[in-house]
């Protein structure tokens, strides 16, 4: 099959930049609880731009890859075609746990046990049509400290599919049962199932204190920043007031066309450009004006930008919450004191997604309507032949793709 990979550097030299399509052997069933799964759409994040362009702090990961080539990718969506025997007890246990809250899925189980369920013959065929999945792609070892506390996120001994170990940018994937998950028919819509991943990183930043009622700054609003702003609202956030930063490449009209006029659709109520000295000083007039001047109870930073960590010091409220998602290069200079000790701050590091908590919440808010914007709004803004991931790529470099689907 074809697979996009990460070439590795040749003889001491540098990672080169780019990927390459090379041709693998198709995945196959070799341990107990193998899934393989055939791929509808894969979607590129972040992170694969940084693989992309051998950037730094993911060389350090690639050099720890576990295949050669590494077959890049870690946000899709598929259906599963194969599982070895422990696979299918647990998928039907899945299939079950997911029927207590579906009504149509609980009349094709009536008289069936989930026992029962795995050992038809016919059961890989009723997944295969039934079902659109993912999986969590950080692989845990289960037996760390963190992991037998439930901290599957922090597990020491990740494993990244798609990152360390062989992912979905590829005709098929092959992940373990466990991290599997299971969308009954048009539940959500596969585009959407493609990119859960990165929306389960927004979700589980904004998450990370409770957000009813509450205000909430969100820094970025690029396609983090944007999804922030989405599941924030979904969520029942108060007041959202966002920021980002034009620049030469993207200029003030631009981000004010596209993604501010997003954002305010998303439930934006504020939308500023700090890189416009009179907005940057409106961004905490405005906050204090309207908080009283107390300040937002929670800021979300998805930008990694310098300025957007002073820029949320000056607005959190006392007793607040800091969320940091977006990963700043190099180090930098924190007033502990100041901003964090004396405010009483609580600051979360966000690192994947809680395992199941984040995907549960995720899918909740998807299927109260957040699917149905995100698709309505054209936040999937290219669907593209896996061939093609060159031109993907540099949609998102010109700044105006969102979400971009490699279609195998
Ligand atoms: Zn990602
Ligand atoms: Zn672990």
Redesign the pocket.
Known sequence: MKAIVKPKPVDGKDWPIGLQIVDKPEPIIERPNDVIIEVTAGAICGTDVGIYNSKDSLRVQMARTITDPVTVGHEFSGRIVDAGKQARAHLARLVFEKAKTNHGLKKLLRRKTARSLAAESTFLKFLEKQFFSTAEMHV?????Y??LRGE?HV????IIKGVHDDGAWAPYVKVPAENVRLFFQREIPYEIISFMDALGNATHTVMAAPIKGQSVAVLGCGVQGLMAVAVAKWAGARRIYVTDASHQEFSHEKLLARRFALAKLYGADHCFDMAITEERAAFSDTILQETDNTGVDVACEMSGSYRAYEDAARVIRMGGTFSLLGIPSGTMQVDFAKNIIFSGITVHGIIGRRVFQTWNQMEELLKAGLAKQLMKTGFVTHQLPLEQFDQGFAAIRSGDAYKVLLKP
């Open positions: 845990t070892c289960g037996t760390c963190q992991c599957f597990c020491r001994n990740t």
